[in-house]
């Protein structure tokens, strides 16, 4: 039993029991906070990359871009970016204006105290309309930007999985991909862009920073057992921290690089070998976990007498399969900004980054007009000595 169905009235249309009553918010946004959100996703570029919002047969959905808006709105609001949320915050936590603005009709959602089971079973199936056309219209967006859509709450088998993955992954839909990663940076980089112009970042050098991090997601790894693939068909086996690799005769471990896994093992499963008690102490420091790998780009300074007060935002971000080309996916993380004119100078990035093949990176900043700076361990540099302030060193 339920506020919104406190007799547990089922739906008259399908027999079926009424959702539970929305968390409706307990504040309401003003108009200004919802037109600097609509002004900023309206000025990223985002609505030109998103498809077009034809009508279909059946209830009306709304705009695509009230759903995205809606569902940033949501994140405001300190609740989450589920679609749910998105339609509790459209409706009611949005003055009868900003509705207006974001296309969103101004119905009366709310349940009176003391209403009368006809009243409360009518608001009750206007939130159920309205609830519909929202998920229909996020539905039908999601679907024209998947590269391979499928039911993503539906058990998949390793083989009908590894179908998608290949699509995923084909050729002739890297564009669609790369659609999704761009709309996903333009929205990142349409707040940085305006603190940009009223000069937050006037003491910033202009230096990149990229690192790679996990991020955890909903579906369990692959079951290999029972055949049956996991929810999170692109995610895969995240090594936190790299291996612990010992070097040379003196038994020193060498500095861990966070490199993921190798490419084309992130879903395959591990064979069954017997090992023996020195491989498995060797393994016991590596932290296997089933995530998705983010690389990011943040503004730095390759120097400390180069570090002023700029803010500290991300400038760039490639959700990816873990251990798959870290250089290209971090040439796409920053390569937003670079075309606006943010980056210049240095490029940072850690070993797991640095060493990937020149061809795939450093040639490629190069090409931009960026140095890229790595570093060695201490006990295989030559320092040579100091020639106006740079180390000379030999490695």
């Not at 949320?85 to 009611?92: Q, S």
């Not at 005769?249 to 395959?268: C, D, I, L, V």
Request: glycine share 8%.
């Amino acid at each position: 039993m339920s506020r919104k169905n406190p007799e547990d009235k089922p739906c008259r249309r399908t027999g079926l029991a009424l959702r539970p009553a929305p968390q409706a918010p307990g504040r309401t946004l003003s108009d200004r906070i919802v037109r600097q959100v609509f002004d900023l996703v309206r000025h990223s570029g985002v609505l030109e990359r998103l498809p077009s919002n034809e009508h279909r047969p059946g209830p009306k959905g709304f705009p695509f871009r009230t759903v995205l808006i809606g569902l940033i709105l949501s994140q405001y609001m300190g609740k989450s970016a589920n679609i749910n949320d998105a339609w509790e915050t459209l409706f009611f936590a949005l003055s009868p204006g900003s509705k207006a603005l974001l296309d969103v009709p101004d119905v009366d959602l709310h349940i009176r105290e003391g209403a009368t089971r006809e009243e409360i079973d009518r608001v009750a199936h206007h939130q159920y309309a309205t609830s519909k056309r929202v998920y229909r219209s996020w539905s039908s967006m999601t679907r024209r930007l998947d590269p391979a859509p499928h039911d993503r709450r539906k058990r998949l088998s390793l083989r009908e999985a590894k179908k998608i993955r290949r699509k995923w992954n084909a050729r002739d839909n890297q564009d669609t991909v790369r659609n999704l990663e761009v709309i996903a940076q333009d929205l990142i980089l349409a707040p940085v862009m305006a603190s940009y112009r009223r000069g937050d970042f006037a003491r910033w050098p202009g230096h990149i920073a990229v690192d790679d991090t996990p991020v955890p997601v909903w579906g369990k790894e692959p079951d290999y057992h029972q055949d049956r693939a996991s929810l999170e068909i692109t995610a895969g086996m995240y090594v936190k921290g790299g291996t612990q690799k010992k070097s040379g005769p003196s038994g020193k471990a060498a500095a861990s690089t966070n490199t993921g896994t190798p490419r084309g093992t992130a879903n395959k499963p591990v064979p069954r070998k017997s090992k023996s008690g020195k491989e498995k102490k060797a393994k016991a420091s590596e932290k296997r976990e089933f995530r998705y790998a983010m690389m990011a780009a943040f503004p730095g300074h390759g120097h400390g007498d180069l570090a002023g007060a700029y803010p500290a935002v991300c400038l760039g971000m490639i959700l990816r399969t873990p251990g798959t080309e870290p250089g290209p996916a971090a040439l796409r993380a920053i390569q937003p900004a670079f075309e606006r004119g943010l980056v210049k100078d240095l490029f940072c990035a850690d070993r797991g980054i640095t060493q990937a093949k020149p061809h795939n990176l450093h040639l490629q900043l190069l090409k931009l007009g960026l140095n890229a700076v790595k570093h060695y361990n201490d006990d295989k540099v030559d320092r040579q000595g100091e020639f106006r302030g740079m180390q000379l060193v030999g490695g």
